[in-house]
């Protein structure tokens, strides 16, 4: 289910999406300060092509530059990436069949949020960590 869930979000949200964050990156990396955001920008383009199967989850050793990166990031690039997701949720809604497609948009914003301090993992791994 998540691969055809993934195939029908490439076709639909997908391309567009990755097509902003690429375009974020390459903005970013125009400076040598950005570079870290746009960095950023390109490891969530991963997440955004094939996004069922996988989740964000937060990374123990983020600290306090995590915190200043993820404003930086939301300043410079991350509200109109958040507005991307946004519309294209919007837009998946109008069909039944899309509606599967605007929640995963939705869960995608705070992932767009907050990048830093994050790691992407699938789901079907399993947990790491005493038991």
Do not use: Q
Request: glycine share 10%.
């Amino acid at each position: 289910m998540k691969t055809l869930l993934n195939i029908i979000w490439l076709v639909f949200a997908g391309i567009w999406l990755a097509l902003l964050y690429a375009l974020a990156g390459l903005i970013m990396c125009i400076t040598i300060i950005g570079i870290p955001l746009g960095v950023a920008a390109f490891r969530m383009t991963n997440m955004v092509v094939w996004p069922f199967g996988r989740t964000a989850v937060r990374r123990g050793d983020a600290g306090a530059g995590s915190a200043i990166a993820n404003v930086l990031w939301f300043v410079l690039c991350g509200w109109w990436l958040i507005l991307g997701h946004l519309i294209t949720a919007i837009l998946s809604a109008i069909t039944i069949i899309g509606i599967p497609l605007a929640i995963g948009n939705l869960k995608l914003i705070p992932i767009t949020l907050t990048p830093y301090g994050r790691e992407i993992v699938s789901t079907d791994r399993p947990p790491v960590g005493p038991a």
